[in-house]
């Protein structure tokens, strides 16, 4: 009985911290010295020169992958997937996230689409839109 009272003296305490962590917004947050965007329907302020990034959820090891329609005026500059995160390291199957770096040439008003293709197939099963906001 007492194992059980310290057990959850400990896991109480780290199940609030996690609740109270998962309802912050935190877009954008910042990449290096650009913002990074990561929910669907997030409006994204644009003007000439300006740099950001979107960030989605992603696992090669599924066959699923991201298909992007970049809009007019913007220039996407990188695509990558990035290591898998330290407490997932060595985990077969574990996901990581996919990296996409943007230039807006011009600032117009757009949206930016990428649409999750399951494998085998050329239909999106989902697509997240961004929408560009010309500044």
């Given at each position: ?71 007019a005026g913007l ?13 997932n390291e060595g ?45």
């Open positions: 009985m007492r194992r059980l009272t310290i057990l959850l003296a400990l896991l109480v305490p780290l199940a609030l911290v996690a609740a109270a962590c998962g309802g912050a917004e935190e877009l954008p947050r910042t990449g290096g010295d650009i913002p990074v965007y990561t929910d669907a329907g997030t409006e994204i302020e644009v003007a000439a020169g300006d740099r950001f990034a979107v960030e989605l959820p992603v696992n090669p090891s599924t066959g699923y992958r991201w298909e992007v329609e970049v809009p220039l996407q500059e990188s695509d990558e997937v990035l290591p898998v995160s330290a407490e985990m077969a199957g574990a996901g990581t996230t996919q990296r996409w770096e943007f230039l807006v040439e011009t600032a117009e008003a757009g949206s930016l689409v990428f649409s999750e293709i399951p494998p085998g197939q050329d239909q999106a099963e989902r697509t997240i839109e961004f929408d560009l906001v010309a500044g």
